[in-house]
């Protein structure tokens, strides 16, 4: 785990000692693509993703449910996170950097600019004509692949109709805030505070969703939208990641009943199965964050996880 200082990799993690404990993620730099400013072609871009992450696991999510996966290529990091950052090294679930041969992802944030400083996330929406990164920040990169590839053969569907924006946005500020950051601010607090701060209000939220999920199938507008594909993959990796490693053990996602029921019906969408690998998930948050789990020990439950 670390970052880059103008270009040069740093093996650091995250500085919670100048904020009481508590873990602030950092803005995402690249944010193109957006705005009218998108070119969409066959076979221009590439996403670099990987299983273990909720945030490439939208862009996942969109890219199959938009039908793109022959016009978008993809490399998918492993699931080991060490000092040198998220890696292309052999394993599991790895697809290999064929676009800029790299074998760890720092070097593809220096291919598209030299002098970077800045943490090196996953996913990223990288323009091969270009050599650059267009967006690292998933929220937006959701939305350019919904409707971005629209004139040159994606699938149809509309995860962002402008008729259901504002209810839209307002279910996912939220959800952000409380269960998406709220398990990483659990996760990474350093202080008892900081930690009760988050796992509290998280929890206050899945109550809510619950109660508006017994009365709706998806959360807004009577069809599957984005806040949906936001809210999933955080659930998914809950029981069998946020709720021991992260210390989120009020409840399980299966205590929910109509939670639990969500997240199997998303799970067991055919073009989504194959976006889901809670193994690689588990094998990286419980052997990546030493200062949270020292032993790299991999919990062998829960007996019947939430996806496949
Ligand atoms: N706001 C970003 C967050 C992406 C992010 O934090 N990804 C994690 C993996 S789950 C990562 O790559 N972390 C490495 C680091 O923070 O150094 C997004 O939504 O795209």
């Known amino acids: 785990m670390g970052l880059l200082v103008d270009g040069v990799w740093h093996d650091r993690w995250y500085d919670t000692e100048s904020s009481g404990g508590r873990f602030i993620r950092a803005e995402s730099q690249y944010r193109g693509g957006l705005d009218g400013d998108f070119e969409a072609q066959p076979g221009r871009y590439h996403l670099y993703a990987g299983f273990a992450c909720p945030w490439a696991h939208r862009v996942l999510i969109m890219r199959a449910l938009k039908g793109l996966e022959g016009m978008v290529s993809v490399s998918m990091v492993n699931a080991h996170m060490g000092g040198l950052g998220w890696s292309f090294l052999p394993g599991e679930g790895v697809v290999p950097d064929a676009v800029n041969g790299a074998t760890h992802l720092h070097q593809v944030y220096v291919a598209g600019d030299p002098n970077y400083t800045g943490r090196v996330t996953i996913p990223i929406l990288w323009d091969k004509a270009e050599r650059r ?27 962002y109709p402008a008729g259901l924006r504002a209810a839209i946005d307002e279910v996912n500020t939220r959800v952000y805030a409380t269960v998406n950051n709220g398990v990483y601010r659990a996760g990474f607090a350093t202080s008892q505070q900081a930690y009760e701060e988050a796992v509290l209000p998280l929890f206050e939220t899945l109550d809510w969703l619950d109660r508006r999920l017994a009365r709706n199938r998806w959360l807004v507008g009577g069809q599957l939208t984005e806040a949906d594909i936001r809210l999933f993959t955080t659930l998914v990796r809950f029981d069998a990641v946020y709720h021991g490693h992260f210390k989120c053990n009020l409840r399980r996602i299966a205590d929910y009943p109509h939670l639990a029921r969500f997240v199997r019906a998303l799970a067991g969408d055919p073009r989504i199965a194959p976006t889901i690998n809670l193994p690689h998930a588990k094998a990286h948050y419980y052997g990546s964050h030493p200062g949270i789990n020292p032993s790299g020990i991999v919990p062998v439950g829960p007996e019947r996880p939430l996806g496949p």
């Open 133 to 159: 990164i267009v967006n690292n920040e998933s929220s937006e990169i959701i939305r350019i692949l919904n409707h971005g590839f629209d004139g040159i053969g994606a699938a149809p569907g509309d995860y």
